[in-house]
């Protein structure tokens, strides 16, 4: 699972990188608001480590932003702990507050209570078979949760992952926006149905090829998307 730090002190996002990493998370590392999109955008995130201070674009902003695009969760990290700091940020759509200077173990504790109900999406396809797509070029390994291309790891987020697990569960139909997000994302999925739009536009990036740009996910104008060229292997 990735976490995406974004932090402007490279001590502290050290600091956190290391313990993450420690505990099997990966990570990558935002030292301002602006790079902190772009990532966002390029690689997607299971969890956001949010400071508030930030130069070019605030962590506000940025959770804001984000927050438009997504439910993921996001703990902010800052040295305003006022109560009216704590209550502007959870505002803006921040599931937890954590105040510097803090305890890494602590803080290690607040993440794994937020990706608990992440991770308990991983028996929901244990004993599934694998199913390969694009050729066999790409295979959807459900047993692991991993999404591999040609063999490689693809680095997804559990919302990519499930989203393409859905299309790819039933390749010939024709998907909706909200049956996607009913059957891959849950019932008690809080986002705008176009965010699904903005998933499918990160999985065409991580798997585009040459003579399929579109990532093998094929839109149905005016109904939905469906993959391309499915099987399941035997």
């Not at 420690?22 to 301002?32: C, F, L, V």
């Not at 949010?50 to 605030?58: A, C, N, T, V, Y």
């Not at 579109?214 to 104008?221: C, D, K, L, S």
Request: charged share 30%.
């Amino acid at each position: 699972m990735r976490i995406l730090i974004v932090e402007d002190e490279p001590s502290i996002a050290e600091v956190v990188a290391a313990y993450a990493r420690r505990e099997g998370y990966e990570t990558s590392w935002a030292p301002d608001g602006e790079t902190a999109m772009e990532l966002w955008e390029k690689e997607g995130a299971d969890l956001v480590l949010l400071d508030l201070m930030l130069p070019k674009l605030s962590g506000d902003e940025v959770c804001r932003r984000i927050r438009v695009q997504s439910q993921v969760p996001i703990i902010m990290l800052t040295a305003r702990g006022s109560e009216a700091d704590v209550v502007a940020g959870l505002d803006d759509g921040a599931n937890d507050y954590v105040s510097k200077p803090f305890s890494p173990r602590v803080l290690m504790a607040r993440i794994r209570a937020q990706l608990r109900p992440v991770r308990e999406v991983r028996p929901k396809y244990e004993g599934a078979a694998p199913i390969l797509c694009a050729g066999g070029h790409i295979e959807v390994d459900s047993e692991r949760v991993e999404l591999r291309k040609d063999g490689v790891p693809i680095p997804v987020t559990k919302s990519e992952f499930l989203i393409f697990s859905t299309l790819a569960s039933r390749p010939i139909r024709t998907w909706s926006r909200e049956e996607i997000i009913h059957t891959a994302l849950g019932d008690n999925y809080e986002g705008f149905d176009r965010t699904v739009d903005t998933y499918i536009k990160n999985l065409r990036k991580k798997l585009a090829e040459p003579g399929h740009e579109n990532g093998w996910i094929r839109t149905v104008y005016g109904f939905g998307y469906r993959l391309d060229d499915v099987e399941v292997q035997s």
